[in-house]
């Protein structure tokens, strides 16, 4: 019979972290398709950002001195341009914004602020906020480091890489995770299912939360409620980077999992958190295998994939960093939550406010308040609540934006 300790959420987190040893298989990708990737090797500067001075704004290019003079126009540069115009005092040349700004330019004044444009001529401000110019290498020198190892690629880093001319990266191979359901009660959706039996909502929420996170998730099936049967299943998922499961994990009779797993070698790194809602939860390695039992209740099971899960899979797909960042918010009204535990608040913003879920009234067989909320915050085992306009740190709920790093219990 599986044994439960006391940790709590952030001990449970520290203990994972400490035992992941991260993926070491890598391949090469097109950049294009790298979205969600973490990168295998540091990527460094190859060409100047910008490569040539070029103007920052459409307007006219001209030297500082002749600043508040009517200037002669000489030429127009347009982007894309390789030969510009040479521009001697008294003269300007029209440019365009990107263009090349010829070598004895140090001036570039907007058209809005110019007066009396002909097409011959024109009056420049006498000073102009800024040069307006983009100097070559301001943004990024060659040989500096433009990426890191270990960074989750995202659009912004793609339009990095291509303006590098980088149409492929190195980035570390994709965890195989199954995850897996249990209870003979579950029915798939596409079954029909009586009115004692349930359908598998664990294990369809489980792969849409890790899909959005970049990760590749397989459902594998789910494991019967019998012991021989339970530890033959588990012994054909070995070959996984990952398993997760959902169910089975507690003190019931028939639940075999946890037995069944041990029996096939698992190290139990922690089984149970003294946390609400969460507490059956069990993680520990297998052989090579990282598995993550998570309980049954469907609002629980997405809630501790949510906080427990997706920092050690970031970290055993090579992350360098693999929490979410918190926002500081204040709150719409008081909350009293039970001291004694760690408590896991869902809640949502509205005029930049925090309002708890439903008042908190919320069961962990419940999906709905899932769908209704935005945000989570997490609150440590002496917290009592919080009282209207206190500022307290919440995470934004299943939200794949992954600016990371941060001890997730409010201290």
């Not at 019998?226 to 507690?250: A, H, M, N, P, R």
């Not at 295998?289 to 998570?294: G, K, R």
Request: hydrophobic share 40%.
């Amino acid at each position: 019979m599986p044994h439960f300790t006391s940790i709590s959420l952030q001990e449970a987190q520290m203990r994972i972290m400490e035992v992941i040893e991260p993926k070491k298989e890598s391949f090469f990708l097109p950049t294009m398709d790298a979205q969600g990737s973490i990168l295998a090797e540091d990527v460094f500067v190859k060409k100047d950002l910008p490569s040539f001075d070029n103007s920052a704004m459409d307007g006219f290019a001209y030297l500082e001195q002749d600043g508040g003079k009517k200037l002669k126009i000489v030429g127009k540069i347009f982007a894309g341009e390789k030969d510009g115009c040479a521009i001697k005092e008294g003269e300007c040349c029209k440019i365009m914004t990107g263009a090349k700004v010829p070598p004895s330019v140090n001036t570039i004044a907007p058209i809005e602020q110019c007066e009396d444009v002909t097409e011959t001529s024109v009056t420049v401000p006498k000073l102009v906020k800024g040069s307006n110019l983009r100097k070559k290498g301001e943004e990024l020198r060659q040989g500096e480091l433009l990426l890191a190892r270990g960074e989750i690629i995202a659009p912004a880093h793609i339009a990095l890489l291509a303006a590098q001319g980088i149409t492929a990266i190195k980035v570390v191979a994709p965890l195989s995770i199954a995850v897996v359901s249990s209870g003979d009660e579950i029915k798939e959706p596409w079954e029909v299912a009586d009115e004692d039996e349930i359908y598998n909502a664990n294990a369809f929420g489980i792969v849409a939360l890790l899909k959005q996170y970049g990760f590749a998730p397989k459902y594998a099936g789910a494991i019967p409620d019998d012991l021989t049967k339970s530890k033959e299943f588990i012994s054909k998922l070995k070959s996984y980077d990952v398993i997760i499961s959902t169910g089975g994990i507690s003190m019931g009779d028939a639940d075999f999992l946890y037995q069944a797993f041990s029996s096939n070698g698992l190290e139990s790194v922690f089984h149970g958190v003294n946390l609400k809602p969460g507490r059956p939860t069990m993680m520990g390695i297998m052989d090579k295998t990282l598995v993550m039992a998570m309980p049954g209740n469907p609002l629980t099971t997405m809630l501790n994939v949510f906080s427990l899960a997706i920092p050690p899979l970031y970290k055993k797909q090579g992350a360098s960093k693999c929490f979410a960042q918190p926002l500081y918010v204040k709150t719409a009204k008081a909350l009293k939550i039970r001291p004694g535990r760690d408590n896991i608040i869902l809640g949502y913003l509205q005029d930049g406010l925090f309002y708890p879920t439903r008042d908190n009234k919320i069961g962990s067989g419940m999906l709905s308040p899932l769908v209704q909320s935005s945000v989570v915050a997490y609150f440590g085992q002496d917290h009592c609540g919080f009282e209207q306009g206190e500022w307290i740190k919440v995470v934004s709920l299943f939200d794949a934006a992954r600016e990371l790093h941060y001890t997730i219990i409010n201290e």
